[in-house]
Each structure stands twice: as structure tokens, then as C-alpha cells.
């Protein structure tokens, strides 16, 4: 069936609250995200509640067709919400108020403990857990020790490579840790910064089952439309070349 696409629409919430209005609305994006193809809805309810709000969270839990990706801090107070709304995925990512976005994995080996207790918790309320991890296979092997079901691996420092040469080797890191997860048992997503034009060799992993697209779908859906945007994702992820 090849990789699920889960589109993040933080930022169709962070448009609206630029203004503190009603529109754009994260709910019709996702409805619209999932015509156009979309096999799942990934949103971060942060803290501070800088863009998603947890208006957005009921609506959502209520009306998505397909997966609900919760990203969360591995926080009990998000446990509690976690548990309130039920998402299909509980995603835990490392948080900090004064960053623009997530910056880096969630460190499992040096708080093992912690997210080992947090996981606990949520697969008691039934809930799929992943763990948003930088690909390194220390914190591959860190994420199977404390029963994660899934990892996504954070493909930031790839986006961001300078050149050709240090592109190759973020990809290859990617591809050490996809294969190291599989080889655990672990279902492997990723995500952070890919866009239309660095997408397709991440699509080409055959380790990686879901790919979680936000900023970039949201930045080119304000100049050709919403549905227009998934599409052309989905089929950059299913004819990766």
C-alpha cells in the first residue's frame, strides 16, 4: 500500500490565531486533507496552545475519518487530555516554550524512566504510543526498552543539510535507524521540514510506513488550495523514483 500520509494542520491554526479569529479553521482542513487522500490528521496541542487549541482536539476526536495523531509532551496534565479524547496515536515530543518548533527528539535515553512511566499510561487507556526520536540507533534502542509501539524519526537535520555530500549522510542515518527499528518490532513514521522537493528519497525507505507533512503542505495549500496541496504530495510519496 506503500507509506500512509498523516498531514499536520498546526499551522492552518496558527493563521487563525495570528488574528485571535474563527477562520481558517484546522477542522476543515483536515476534512479536506483526508478527500484529497490523506490517511491520517497529526496535530500538536502544545502548552502554551499557540496554534491547535483544545476546541480544535474535541472537534477533530468527533469528526476524522481516518487516524487521529495526537503530539503531545510527556506531560501527566497531557496524559489526562490523552485520555479524555482518545486519540488513535499519542506522539511524544520533547517541548519548550521559547522554540518555533520542535527542535530535535525526545531525549528516551536520558529520561527513560519518565517516558517509560508516560507510556505506561497511555497503553493503559488503549492508546498507540510513538516516540519522536532524533535517528540515532541509541535512541532507537532506548524507545524499544520502554515499549514504545511506534518511533517517528525526526528528518530535520536532513531538510536542513547545506549541500549534497551532508544531505547523504542525514539520509543514510535515517535509513540505519529505520532498519534497526524494523528490525525491533517497532513501526517507523518520520518527519520535520520535508516539503516537495526533498520528500521523495524519505519515500523511498521501505522501513518507514507514514510520513507526517505539515508546514509545507500549509504554505503551498494558501496558493493552490487544500486539496490540491495533499495531492501533490501523495504523489511525489508514491512515485518516489
Known amino acids: 500500500m506503500g507509506q500512509r500520509l498523516g498531514v499536520n494542520v498546526d499551522h492552518v491554526a496558527t493563521l487563525r490565531q495570528a488574528r485571535r479569529t474563527t477562520y481558517p479553521d484546522p477542522v476543515t482542513a483536515a476534512a479536506l486533507a483526508e478527500l484529497a487522500g490523506a490517511q491520517q490528521i497529526t496535530i500538536h496541542l502544545r502548552e502554551d496552545r499557540r496554534h491547535i487549541q483544545d476546541r480544535d482536539l474535541r472537534i477533530l476526536r468527533e469528526t476524522c475519518q481516518t487516524l487521529l495523531n495526537l503530539e503531545m509532551a510527556a506531560t501527566t496534565e497531557m496524559v489526562k487530555i490523552a485520555y479524555e479524547y482518545k486519540p488513535d496515536v499519542a506522539t ?3 517541548e519548550r516554550r ?91 513514521a518520520a518527519g520535520h521540514g520535508l516539503n516537495y ?41 508514491r512515485n518516489p523514483g
Open 98 to 188: 521559547e522554540e518555533l518548533t520542535t527542535e530535535g527528539g525526545l531525549d528516551v535515553n536520558g529520561q527513560r524512566e519518565h517516558v517509560a512511566k508516560i507510556i505506561k499510561n497511555l497503553k493503559d487507556g488503549e492508546i498507540t504510543v510513538s516516540l519522536f526520536i532524533d535517528p540515532d540507533l541509541d535512541q532507537v534502542r532506548a524507545a524499544h526498552k520502554v515499549d514504545a509501539d511506534r518511533i517517528e524519526l525526526h528528518t530535520g537535520r536532513y531538510c536542513e543539510a547545506r549541500n549534497e555530500r551532508e544531505r547523504g549522510r542525514e539520509l543514510s542515518r535515517i535509513i540505519d535507524a529505520s532498519k534497526a527499528a524494523a528490525k525491533l518490532g517497532m513501526s517507523v
Open 92 to 94: 511524544l515530543v520533547p
Open 197 to 237: 522537493d526533498n520528500v521523495q528519497p524519505v519515500a523511498r525507505i521501505r522501513e518507514i510506513d507514514e510520513l507526517n507533512i505539515g508546514h509545507a503542505i500549509v504554505g503551498r495549500a494558501v496558493l493552490v488550495g487544500f486539496e490540491r496541496a495533499v495531492r501533490e504530495m501523495l504523489e511525489l510519496m
